[in-house]
Nanobody, 123 residues
Framework: VQLQASGGGLVQAGGYLRVSCVVSGRTFTSYVMAWFRQAPGKEREFVAAISRVSSTTKYADSVKGRFTISRDNAKNTVYLQMNSLKPEDTAVYYC?????????????????WGQGTLVTVSS
């Protein structure tokens, strides 16, 4: 399974950005998908996750109401729409996949990872 994240960049505070992750190698609908992020000097943290058929989503409290996770199973792609961005959202954003049927938040539950895409929010 290969995950390829893209769409990061530099944006001003209050702006928006959408990152994407294309999955290849196995049936996309076999996976719960998630986004994590890691800021410099900090541990990787959960951002959002979505179930196989988009019926369930979970968000970190820090992004709830500002970020939206979605997936397009026809395109083998998961998205993270990020609105009202803050400087503290600056991080490398990683997409991750897990073959279970349960939407979870711990990093260790996800067995496949993309390479990350950098999001920088300037103040």
């Amino acid at each position: 399974v290969q995950l390829q994240a893209s769409g990061g960049g530099l944006v001003q505070a209050g702006g928006y950005l959408r990152v994407s992750c294309v999955v290849s190698g196995r049936t996309f609908t076999s996976y719960v998908m998630a986004w994590f992020r890691q800021a410099p000097g900090k541990e990787r943290e959960f951002v959002a996750a979505i179930s196989r058929v988009s019926s369930t989503t979970k968000y970190a409290d820090s992004v709830k109401g500002r970020f939206t996770i979605s997936r397009d199973n026809a395109k083998n792609t998961v998205y993270l729409q990020m609105n009202s961005l803050k400087p503290e959202d600056t991080a490398v954003y990683y997409c991750a996949a897990d073959g279970s049927s349960v939407v979870t938040t711990p990093t260790y539950d996800y067995h496949y990872w993309g390479q990350g895409t950098l999001v920088t929010v300037s103040s």
